[in-house]
């Protein structure tokens, strides 16, 4: 890691089905060029200058699925070093979204949306190194987790994490 550590700020949101047994995820299968295609994956996206996170993850649910997140949890944080396409750093904050307004969206410019059954997950294309802390985002825990998940050409290297 370079002594400059400037990671890109995001946010990923993991919106419940009022009943809580289903998820609503993004197949990313819009675009080739992205890093998440052919994958599931919660809803977010970067976090802008003029935003605090939870701004951002409203404003990222809002624009990807069409809805107004109301029951917000921060769940936990992820420090995704080499993530990037291109090798960039990512620090993200993990979310679930409990409660919400409005009428889902069925698919946006990155992909389509489902709402897949949480039961199923160990079906679902998600990236390796998220079944590492999934479970975490909807167990009954209220402490927030804080994950360090180093990448080295798209595949994660090694993970540790803390609760509190």
């Known amino acids: 890691m370079s002594a400059s550590y400037r990671p890109i700020l995001g946010t990923l949101g993991y919106v419940m089905s009022p ?10 299968s819009k675009r080739l060029d ?4 052919g994958k599931f994956n919660g809803l977010g ?6 935003e605090d996170v939870v701004s951002g993850m409203v404003r990222e649910i809002r624009e990807e699925a069409g809805i107004e ?3 917000i949890h921060l769940r936990g944080t992820i420090n995704w070093p080499g993530f990037g396409g ?3 750093d990512w620090f993200g904050f993990i979310f679930r979204i409990d409660s919400w307004t409005g009428t889902v969206l069925s698919e946006n410019p990155e992909g389509y949306l489902q709402w897949v059954a949480r039961s199923t997950f160990d079906q679902v294309k998600f990236w390796e190194s ?3 802390w999934l479970d975490m985002v909807f167990d009954d825990d209220p402490r927030v987790f804080h994950g360090h998940a180093p990448f080295l ?12």
């Open 34 to 37: 992205d890093i998440h295609y």
């Open 45 to 50: 996206g970067k976090l802008h200058s003029d």
């Open 19 to 28: 009943d809580g047994k289903e998820v609503l995820l993004l197949n990313r």
């Open 130 to 132: 998220d079944r590492y």
């Open 153 to 164: 050409d798209g595949e994660m290297i090694s993970w540790k994490f803390h609760r509190i």
């Open 69 to 71: 997140p109301i029951d």
């Open 86 to 88: 291109a090798g960039e």
